[in-house]
């Protein structure tokens, strides 16, 4: 027997259906609206350890995994980013309650992800490919604006009134690592799946182009860094691919080898200041020591 939906969306009701038991992320129809009920992990999933081990043989520390939040940490520490977002003025869910170890959410609509797959398939590669410029020219809104989302998929991104919004803020890079590597980061994320979708072979380059001209200047210089020092990485992933390529390594080798190309073509795009030479190399004799505070 199936708990009890409750009808409205009062507090009475949202704690009712926040104690109810469930998977960990359940949809609900309450008084005619979505909602959505999200309960956090109550252990360390066994890849987090893994990825951490993995993360010692990569250069710098932009692949290591922050330590994992469970339980009523877990739940209150996304609560918090997801207010940080709102307060800049970034479209994110609605946060109906907060609880021990849960979260109530107003539904956001369709996700980017599927407003691609439905692109797709009615053959409108121009109004897909403009969404992936989109996406990058507003991950780079929430760079300038000093955020950094952690993880920026095409799934936990939504468009709402022409505006493109964000949602999904489990993971905190800065518990690991400094806000100019954390906003790297996301870049190397989004830019695997804008080159790996992309229809269109200007693509990648007009969403270059959207985000390299709003972004801090210091975070191309952290990119440019960064991936200087993956090329073994980068080199060992190609070898995998012969063998076999799953989703992931796929789009880390379309993301790694377009950034790769453009920032080695140009050294630095003619957008960037005059002085970003030396902040790259600022950037990458100062990484040490930028880890080290942000811990």
Same mark, same amino acid.
């Given at each position: 027997m199936t708990d009890p939906k409750p009808e409205t969306l009062d507090m009475a009701g949202l704690a009712a259906l926040a104690a109810q038991a469930g998977p960990r992320i359940q949809s609900f129809e309450v008084g005619g609206r979505k909602v959505w009920v999200k309960r956090a992990a109550r252990r360390r999933e066994?890849?987090?350890?893994?990825?951490?081990?993995?993360?010692?043989?990569?250069?710098?520390?932009?692949?290591r995994p922050a330590p994992a939040e469970v339980g009523d940490a877990a739940s209150r520490g996304e609560a918090r980013r997801l207010r940080q977002f709102q307060a800049k003025g970034i479209d994110v869910p609605e946060l109906l309650f907060?609880?021990?170890?849960?979260?109530?959410?107003?539904?956001?609509?369709?996700?980017?992800?599927?407003?691609?797959?439905?692109?797709?398939? =009615? !053959?409108?590669?121009?109004a897909h490919d403009d969404l992936l410029v989109a996406m990058? @020219?507003? /991950? &780079?809104?929430?760079?300038? *604006?000093?955020?950094?989302?952690g993880r920026p998929h095409p799934r936990d991104m939504f468009v709402r009134e022409g505006r493109i919004g964000f949602m999904d803020f489990e993971q905190d890079p800065l518990r690991a690592m400094s806000l100019v590597r954390a906003q790297a980061r996301d870049a190397l994320f989004l830019f695997g799946f804008v080159c790996d979708m992309a229809v269109l072979p200007?693509?990648?380059?007009?969403?270059?182009?959207?985000?390299?001209?709003?972004?801090?200047?210091?975070?191309?210089?952290?990119?440019?860094?960064?991936?200087?020092?993956?090329?073994?990485?980068?080199? =060992? !992933?190609?070898?995998?691919?012969?063998?076999?390529?799953?989703?992931?390594?796929? @789009?880390? /080798? &379309?993301?790694?080898g377009f *950034?790769?190309?453009?920032?080695?073509?140009?050294?630095?795009?003619?957008?960037?200041?005059?002085?970003?030479?030396?902040?790259?190399?600022?950037t990458a004799g100062e990484t040490n020591g930028n880890d080290h505070h942000a811990r």
């Open positions: 066994p890849g987090h350890h893994l990825q951490a081990l993995m993360s010692l043989g990569l250069p710098g520390s932009i692949y907060e609880g021990p170890g849960v979260l109530i959410l107003g539904d956001c609509g369709l996700t980017i992800e599927a407003r691609l797959r439905l692109f797709r398939d =009615a !053959g409108q590669m121009a990058a @020219r507003s /991950l &780079a809104a929430v760079h300038a *604006l000093g955020l950094v989302h200007e693509t990648p380059m007009r969403a270059w182009e959207a985000w390299s001209a709003h972004v801090p200047a210091a975070v191309p210089g952290q990119l440019a860094a960064t991936l200087k020092g993956m090329k073994a990485l980068v080199l =060992a !992933g190609r070898l995998v691919s012969r063998i076999r390529q799953g989703s992931d390594l796929r @789009r880390f /080798l &379309a993301g790694t *950034l790769c190309s453009v920032l080695e073509k140009s050294k630095m795009p003619e957008n960037y200041p005059v002085n970003m030479q030396a902040q790259v190399a600022q």
